[in-house]
């Protein structure tokens, strides 16, 4: 297991992302306990990008639940199509949004979230998760972000 991460100073995203993987495998590497994995992966996206909000919401029922993460407090419960988890959640797919200001019927749970990305993780093609990243910059997030971060949720064992 790896104890401490290597973090990157580049500036390029995408060779973050090429460093960040295999450390974030070896995290999850031997390792059963879901909860675990979730707040390692949390923990170590956070540390490589410094974003104000790295978490998952976990499919219970009818509704996201609040799962690990790092940042401020956060909404405890998401319905089905509501905000950008919940149109992840309903579309089956990755959501950018560049200004959550202008997404219709976005949550805020933090007035310092500017820009978020979802990332809906499946287990027997059905979504159980949402891996949902927030900045207080504007734009933040484009496909490089969308590609490693379906990437680094496919190591996910749900």
């Given at each position: 297991m790896a104890e401490d991460l290597n973090i990157t100073a580049s500036t390029d995203k995408k060779e973050q992302y090429e460093s960040l993987l295999p450390q974030i495998e070896a995290l999850l590497y031997g390792e059963p306990d879901l909860?675990?994995?979730l707040a390692n992966v949390c923990a170590a996206l956070k540390e490589q990008f410094k974003w104000f909000w790295v978490g998952f919401y976990l499919v219970k029922s009818?509704?996201?639940v609040l799962g690990p993460f790092q940042g401020p407090v956060a909404c405890t419960r998401i319905g089905l199509g509501k905000g950008v988890c919940g149109a992840s959640w309903q579309q089956e797919k990755t959501l950018v949004v560049p200004d959550v200001e202008q997404f219709p019927g976005h949550i805020a749970c933090s007035s310092l979230s500017r820009s978020e990305i979802v990332?809906?993780?499946?287990?027997?093609d059905n979504v159980v998760a949402v891996l949902d990243v927030d900045s207080?910059?504007?734009d933040q997030f484009n496909e490089t972000d969308a590609h490693y971060l379906e990437a680094i949720v496919k190591l996910l064992n749900f």
């Amino acid at each position: 297991m790896a104890e401490d991460l290597n973090i990157t100073a580049s500036t390029d995203k995408k060779e973050q992302y090429e460093s960040l993987l295999p450390q974030i495998e070896a995290l999850l590497y031997g390792e059963p306990d879901l909860v675990a994995n979730l707040a390692n992966v949390c923990a170590a996206l956070k540390e490589q990008f410094k974003w104000f909000w790295v978490g998952f919401y976990l499919v219970k029922s009818d509704e996201l639940v609040l799962g690990p993460f790092q940042g401020p407090v956060a909404c405890t419960r998401i319905g089905l199509g509501k905000g950008v988890c919940g149109a992840s959640w309903q579309q089956e797919k990755t959501l950018v949004v560049p200004d959550v200001e202008q997404f219709p019927g976005h949550i805020a749970c933090s007035s310092l979230s500017r820009s978020e990305i979802v990332v809906p993780v499946f287990h027997n093609d059905n979504v159980v998760a949402v891996l949902d990243v927030d900045s207080e910059e504007l734009d933040q997030f484009n496909e490089t972000d969308a590609h490693y971060l379906e990437a680094i949720v496919k190591l996910l064992n749900f």
